[in-house]
């Protein structure tokens, strides 16, 4: 076993901080911040064209969305599958977004990939080390997810499973980690920007939605996140919360979404970041 | 989805206690105890060799052995692979065991079904839904780890995903939950020992190595288990635990293990309760 | 500061362990277990006497009760404070029982010392270093709960401030610290039974009632706590749990107490120890 | 008990949000926010004069010191005693500086609330019920720590205890709390900030020393704090951390300090906010 600071993902072993880059334009770790958003599943056509089109109204660059679901319980809905997918690309085609999507499977990953810019490995997963080897395998932009009761020390590590096997396009995401209070889904630890900031030369981002569980906390954890130093967000957004198939507590509508956006903007400002795409800020 | 008490987990889906069976005659959920052991890591033939006398003399009837390892780290020995499961084998049937040896791939799940009784879905595995369906579709024998931070509701319902698949073979097994005191590697919940016997029908055992992670505090720990109405225990046992490639200083040594079954004895008989296989008590 | 070898709670620090021994002859740490029991609240005179009858009937020789109780909301029962007490003391003195009871204020030490056998700081307290220190300077026998979120080092601690006041009487006792499931009201932590045992030379006693807020565990959790080492237990019990001015959740029927100390004597004696007090078994 | 809408802490008790002022002019719940700073511990006249200096001169108002020290071990320093209180309210003085300090025991709050602006009820003492109700008799300010694994619930209920007895002068300060990752010292919990501007109309602070113990963290986390909402902040300074006698690990340089106000001003613009004192900003 290597010496720590010889780990690839450690900022001692890269001289300079990662910029994570997807094929329209968006950047994960440079001075404009990535806004991903979108449902938590994709559930119709005219669900997340509705979507796809006010994300990038409102300056979103990125396209969230689940078509192969990780529930709790088997009986709970799924997720659309491939044709989850298939609706996910082509909404984010029509508005120049990226998409980014969850795969569960290491043998749904080369799939996964036709479809989506970015492989999201969720929290469930994060020690899933089968599922992080195809995903580094596959050359892909990841997206990992920290484990529901992960130190930031093992999330590191399951960063290091994609990076050994040669790709080095790992973002990492903060989304909430297990408490002892009910009053939130998930105790949003938004130390791990700056912590985060000092050991790895990867990216990092927030994940308000899961982080606290409840809507009216996205906007204020959102303007924290990016204050704390994150180099972008990820947020549930969808046209009717109170019908989503999934996570509809915790969904922004469209329109809160605009106005998360437009006062992001100033939190950016005020310590030297934006949003948009880099060379075309909004 | 179907109401909660209608899940297949459920204690009010199944009219008596599931008892799971292995072939050579282990009972998980009986009034005699299962007693798994063997060590973290399959090593050498030696290794294992010795263990398995080790274990079967001692009153044990699985052996439990990792040929494919989840470590933090992949720079850590990730196990001898199919070798180590041809050593596990050979070593368990030169005893009478059964062998219980974990999985992390579903592409894995049928060849390691070639060398095991029955699989282990790890800790790290609990809502890696697409293993928990493979492990149901091969109809094998489960053993379930609760997941590091996974409340009892979360794990009866990744059981759920074995069960729905058609495979009723389930056996639950508590290693201990995260916690903020670094006295121990984990903090055991022997509580949910009565609770899952008022919440489903399925067996639960204990491991008391993953558990605390000291090899001082299995003895006690696992008597506790018993009094708790544990159907059983996985204890890590080492011919050298100082010497292990992985987890040595949880493990006890061959002589360790034989104390505590004579101990176990006692306090199994204390609540009705003795070791060894039905019918063939030690 | 001396060196943590030095402190006077460390094994290191005395050659013998401590047996803490009351009027009636209860011992805390030899080879009788001590067995503690009684309502969470002292509510009326024939609650505490049909109380202290049956606890003194099945073998208990530690009446518990609160007269001045700590409630999360000061709109609850706050107790029946110095007339609580007295009832208290009265029951138990016709039953030949000692009596242990929170204080909870510092102004208070003295007087509730008039009262009882043994003061108990509660959890809340545990870190309440003004009572602590009148608590050492009484010289009363302590029983020292562990705090909601307490490493066993901060127990220590202290445990420490008690005795460098000169009183080398404390007993510690587990209560269960918080978890993020809801599904018990506190996550008993047995495996500091063992893991005190190592590390002082204090007696250790466990309550199932807290450590789990579900009267139907307390009996098995009562069962792996002695089968664990520990020194007693602490019991909450009520003529009639339903009516229960607090706590009634948790607490036992006076039936059930009574068949908890016929199993508790089986493990006891499986593990080398009886109930009662020394020299008197049940 | 009354019904929880109609407690005093609640939102629906209250028509206004509750501005607390001291007498300096600093107020804590309105478009100003407090900046309350200085060392751990009190430790000489030298040291309390240049903090003092300096956090008047970056445009701090409350000057924070303690003299009474809950220290986990009674062998560590525990403060200067009354010394203390007497160095920390000349230099407060000097600069135009209000105070805000620790009290430990029922017994010390007239004693302390002569020298103090405000007295600060620490973690470990948020359920110490006889101190609360001492420090609603006094009338004082108060600065209420949510403790180390307390719900939401349960602090607002701590701060029901003050309320009740006729002193409507409550801040709330969050300080991090209990978690499983070593890598920070408590894990900060900004998302109370806006949860509690929901819930109650207290004013909330954040104290972002304790909340990460890691002084590096504490300037990224401040403006994470003002971002999500926060009316104010409790920042551990030193003139030579390294030499502390307490928390040197957590305390800012005073020069870290004058950067981290500079910074804070911007964040606070964006959200619509400022520091200073009301009607005299800095």
């Not at 989850?84 to 795969?103: N, P, Q, S």
């Not at 704390?228 to 915790?250: K, N, Y």
């Amino acid at each position: 076993m290597p010496p720590k600071e010889r780990h690839l993902a450690r900022r001692e072993a890269h001289a300079d901080r990662t910029i994570v880059r997807l094929l329209n334009g968006t950047a994960f770790g440079g001075e404009t911040l990535a806004l991903c958003a979108g449902p938590c599943s994709v559930e119709s056509e005219a669900q997340i064209e509705a979507t796809a089109a006010a994300v990038a109204q409102a300056g979103g660059t990125v396209l969230r969305g689940g078509a192969f679901k990780p529930r709790t319980s088997p009986y709970a809905f799924q997720g659309l599958g491939r044709r989850g997918l298939a609706l996910l690309r082509a909404a984010a085609d029509r508005h120049r977004l990226a998409v980014v999507t969850e795969v569960l499977d290491p043998r749904d990953v080369r799939m996964v990939a036709e479809y989506a810019d970015m492989l999201q490995i969720g929290a469930r997963n994060m020690q899933n080390f089968a599922l992080l080897r195809e995903a580094g395998l596959s050359g892909m932009p990841i997206l990992l997810k920290r484990g529901l009761a992960a130190t930031v020390d093992e999330w590191l590590m399951a960063a290091e499973y994609v990076l050994v096997e040669g790709n080095p396009n790992v973002v990492l995401c903060e989304r909430g980690v297990r408490s002892f209070d009910p009053a939130t889904r998930n105790l949003l630890d938004l130390s791990v920007v700056p912590l985060l900031a000092e050991l790895t030369h990867l990216p990092v981002i927030v994940d308000p939605s899961h982080g606290t569980g409840l809507a009216r906390l996205v906007e204020p954890m959102s303007l924290a996140a990016i204050a704390a130093g994150a180099d972008g967000l990820l947020v549930e957004v969808h046209p009717e919360p109170a019908d989503a198939a999934s996570d509809g507590a915790q969904s922004l509508t469209l329109e809160q979404f605009a106005h998360l956006t437009t006062r992001l903007g100033e939190v950016a400002a005020a310590v030297g970041r934006r949003i948009g795409v880099p060379g075309l800020a909004v």
